[in-house]
Nanobody, 120 residues
Framework: QVQLVESGGGLVQAGGSLRLSCAAS????????MAWYRQTPGKQRELVAA???????NYADSVKGRLTISRDNAKNTVSLQMNSLKPEDTAVYYC??????????????WGQGTQVTVSS
């Protein structure tokens, strides 16, 4: 199994910045893609940003121009630089990784999440 640990969440005022990080560990052969999702109570988890091993990125329309995803393939980490934060960005942010284990089986795993709260 793959373990994912998020960090960097916290409380920030509107217009402020935070940087989230996620580290993957386990019997990993290759991580094809890593992503950040977020979820608020009573709502479905939604994709915020994703990045593949070759650097291709995908962002939710609501965060384009404000949030930037990046990854370090050698360290199996992914980060989310969050600028110009808005109250509607408040959510629990989850890290996701997809790829293959050393035994060549595929994996699709999630972290426990980190809380981001943006005050108005």
């Amino acid at each position: 199994q793959v373990q994912l640990v998020e960090s960097g969440g916290g409380l920030v005022q509107a217009g402020g910045s935070l940087r989230l990080s996620c580290a993957a560990s386990g019997r990993i052969y290759y991580i094809n893609a890593m992503a950040w999702y977020r979820q608020t109570p009573g709502k479905q988890r939604e994709l915020v940003a994703a990045i593949t091993s070759d650097g291709t990125t995908n962002y939710a329309d609501s965060v384009k121009g404000r949030l930037t995803i990046s990854r370090d393939n050698a360290k199996n980490t992914v980060s989310l630089q969050m600028n110009s934060l808005k109250p509607e960005d408040t959510a629990v942010y989850y890290c996701n990784a997809k790829g293959r284990l050393l035994n060549r089986n595929g994996f699709d795993d999630w972290g426990q999440g980190t809380q981001v709260t943006v005050s108005s």
